[in-house]
């Protein structure tokens, strides 16, 4: 017998019925408590991995969301109805191609699973954040796509806490002493901003080939600052 599992999406603005072949779904795995909590510093065992996944996925899921939203806000009635039938083919089709991936069984299948509903989810996310106008502004990203720990390279760190309404960022960001500093930040819809040294920095989402740096090659869970500038979780 299908399962049907009730997922509520914000990205379209309404919950909806997700078939799937198999017990777990995209709703079911990002809200599995097994793997709420902060995301790993580590992710080498199965369980590791399937929640490090889980928080990536959060977090991809919430930009893709707030980034739908800002661009639905953008359309006229007829083309924010095509949007939101678009937005829900693309969601059958996530649980579907990637449950896929799953199919083989064993623990390397469920790892599969997840990390491709990460990979799509953010590709996903870039799409509708290409369409949006220049200038527009998305809802913010949660808190958890920055607060922890992060390492760049040569020697570069960040580190982010929560702190009442805001942020606090101490940061090494070169390798001479006088590189480093701790900052008040804010979360806004560019990204996690502070003022450093007289000029704006902001920090956003990223992955480790966006940034100019060898040792962040091929990392998935990273801050980006310029390009030449970035760290990643660690």
Same mark, same amino acid.
């Given at each position: 017998m299908r399962t049907f599992v009730m997922i509520g999406v914000a990205a379209v603005g309404a919950t909806?019925?997700?078939?799937?072949?198999? &017990?777990? @779904?995209?709703g079911a795995f990002m809200t599995n408590p097994a793997f709420q909590g902060p995301r790993p510093a580590r992710c080498t065992s199965t369980v590791q991995l399937q929640h490090c996944?889980? &928080?990536?996925?959060?977090?991809?899921?919430a930009q893709m969301a707030a980034r739908y939203k800002a661009l639905s806000a953008t359309l006229r009635a007829a083309a924010r109805q095509s949007l939101l039938a678009e937005q829900r083919e693309w969601l059958k089709s996530?649980?579907?191609n990637c449950l896929a991936k799953g199919r083989g069984g064993g623990s390397i299948a469920s790892i599969?699973?997840?990390?491709?509903?990460?990979?799509? @989810?953010r590709a996903r996310a870039g799409v509708l954040g290409s369409r949006l106008p220049k200038g527009s502004a998305a809802t913010t990203l949660p808190a958890s796509a920055f607060v922890g720990r992060w390492r760049g390279g040569e020697g570069t760190t960040m580190k982010i806490s929560h702190q009442g309404?805001?942020?606090i960022v101490d940061n090494q960001w070169g390798l001479d002493k006088t590189m480093?500093?701790?900052?008040? &930040? @804010?979360? @806004?819809?560019a990204g996690l901003r502070f003022r450093r040294e007289g000029v704006v920095v902001t920090v956003t989402p990223s992955v480790g080939d966006k940034v100019n740096r060898s040792g962040l090659r091929g990392k998935k869970?990273?801050?980006r600052v310029s390009s030449d500038e970035g760290y990643c979780r660690y």
């Open positions: 909806m019925m997700v078939a799937s072949c198999e &017990a777990q @779904t995209v996944a889980a &928080a990536d996925l959060r977090i991809a899921d996530r649980d579907r599969n699973v997840a990390q491709c509903w990460v990979e799509v @989810t309404t805001g942020f480093h500093g701790v900052f008040r &930040a @804010t979360l @806004t819809a869970d990273c801050l």
